[in-house]
């Protein structure tokens, strides 16, 4: 197992190029399961995560083929139905494999994601959708069994916009004949994503980026060639990156319409942004303002930026406090940071960040996927060094993350962890 290790203190300058979104790819990369033929999706970033993905893809007789951030997905013939416990324990999107092999073949075998580091992460939305499509499904030792050989066009409302919800509902609907109607959808960019992506398939779709999809299913869907959306959260965490260690970084590739709250609370905090088309310039002033946060669905605060904002906030003058409402025990980053210096105090789900701190490097464990990027912006503030375990986290979500820090001038490495 690797480890990074990290001298901080160190300004961050330059450019770096934001990768395509992992959140966005691994639907896309489920919707093609919909569609005979040869999908090409571009953008696609090179992720552990994506890996897994197209290890479920290849288990399910698609070949898939990467050239750079391309990949070609030739679902022409699919010879499995089934999704395993290997994979969908080591990554919970697998689970998007369930509502497209519904929509392809009728019928799946899918693993039932167990829970996670930081809660339950139940999937009672997605099966109580799929019921009222007229999917049948039972739980038979680990493995959700569907058949859907009477599914048919709904009216459906989901008890909360979930994200994965959404994405299994959509993928299930475009082949449910006659119309669908999802309520009370996700908005998240990566959502409207795969509906734009399933709408050039074919499919007619109205409502993508709104709280409700209108869908005519059962049309054939053919084979596209599509683009993975910016990854808001690497862009998130490169901001909140020069807004704790400081410097001047333009962030290239991004989407600013989909990092407005972000880019309005980073402002309020004392960062200087200036935006033009994909190009985000990020200044620090030397000083940081306290600003609370609550996170929420889009386009609320990402959850996912929770613990990098709580590692910026560590060096503002004054207190915050940062409440979790989606996660309320994603809070593993807190005692880490700690160790580093950090003056966390915790109520249920709302930590309380007092700064400014002098923040000092030290041993510490990553946990997570954010809470280890957390951890990689509190080193590259804090003064010596500090080493990361178990980066494999990171590796699920970042492209490389310590390259594109390298080159803004952080003093960061990898070293085999004995
Ligand atoms: N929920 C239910 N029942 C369900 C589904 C969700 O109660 O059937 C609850 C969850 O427990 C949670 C809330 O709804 O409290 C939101 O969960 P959601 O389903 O929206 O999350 P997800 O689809 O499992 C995706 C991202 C996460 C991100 C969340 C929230 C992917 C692959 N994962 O997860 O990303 O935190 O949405 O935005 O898109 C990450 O990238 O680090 C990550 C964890």
């Given at each position: 197992m690797d480890k990074l290790v990290i001298e901080g203190g160190r300004e961050l300058k330059g450019e770096v190029r934001i990768a395509g979104a992992k959140n966005a790819a691994l639907p896309l990369m489920a919707a093609a399961?919909?569609?005979?033929g040869q999908t090409t999706l571009h953008n696609v970033p090179d992720l552990v995560d994506v890996g897994t993905m197209a290890e479920v893809l290849e288990g399910l007789g698609i070949s898939v083929d990467r050239r750079n951030d391309a990949m070609a997905l030739d679902?022409?013939?699919?010879t499995s139905d089934t999704a395993p416990y290997e994979l969908v324990k080591t990554m919970r999107?697998?689970?998007y494999a369930l509502g497209a092999l519904v929509g392809r073949l009728g019928r799946a075998k899918v693993s039932l994601p167990g829970g996670c580091a930081w809660g339950p992460r139940p999937v009672d939305i997605h099966l109580k959708g799929l019921e009222a499509l007229g999917v049948k499904t039972q739980l038979d030792r680990g493995y959700i069994l569907a058949d859907a050989r009477k599914m048919r066009g709904c009216r459906f409302v989901l008890d909360f916009p979930s994200v994965g919800a959404s994405v299994n509902l959509l993928l299930a609907a475009v082949a449910a004949k006659g119309e669908t109607v999802l309520e009370n959808v996700a908005r998240e960019p990566e959502v409207t994503n795969l509906a734009r992506m399933l709408i050039a398939m074919g499919a007619p779709i109205?409502?993508?980026?709104?709280t409700a999809f209108h869908i005519e299913g059962g049309h054939s869907l053919n084979a596209v060639d599509f683009h993975v959306i910016p990854d808001r959260i690497e862009a998130g965490t490169y901001l909140a990156a020069v807004g704790r260690a400081g410097g001047d970084v333009t962030l290239v590739g991004a989407n600013p319409d989909h990092l407005s709250i972000i880019l309005d609370r980073s402002v309020e905090a004392g960062l200087k942004i200036a935006v033009r088309n994909d190009r985000i310039r990020v200044q620090s002033s030397g000083k940081l303002h306290p600003v609370d946060i609550q996170t929420e669905v889009f386009?609320?605060?990402?959850t996912d930026m929770q613990a990098q904002w709580i590692a910026m906030m560590t060096g503002a003058e004054g207190s915050c406090l940062v409440e979790d409402t989606i996660y309320p025990d994603r809070f593993t980053h807190v005692p880490e940071l700690i160790r580093l210096g950090a003056n966390i105090a915790m109520r249920d789900n709302i930590a309380q960040v007092t700064g400014p701190v002098k923040l000092v490097g030290a041993p510490v464990m990553s946990t997570d996927l954010r809470a280890s990027a957390s951890l990689v912006i509190a080193a590259l503030a804090a003064k010596g060094r500090t080493e990361i375990s178990r980066i494999y986290h990171l590796d699920r979500g970042y492209e490389r993350l310590e390259e594109k820090f390298a080159v803004l001038g952080a003093k960061i490495w990898r070293e085999e962890d004995e």
């Open positions: 399961i919909l569609a005979p679902a022409t013939t699919i999107a697998s689970f109205e409502g993508a980026g709104t386009p609320g605060f990402a």
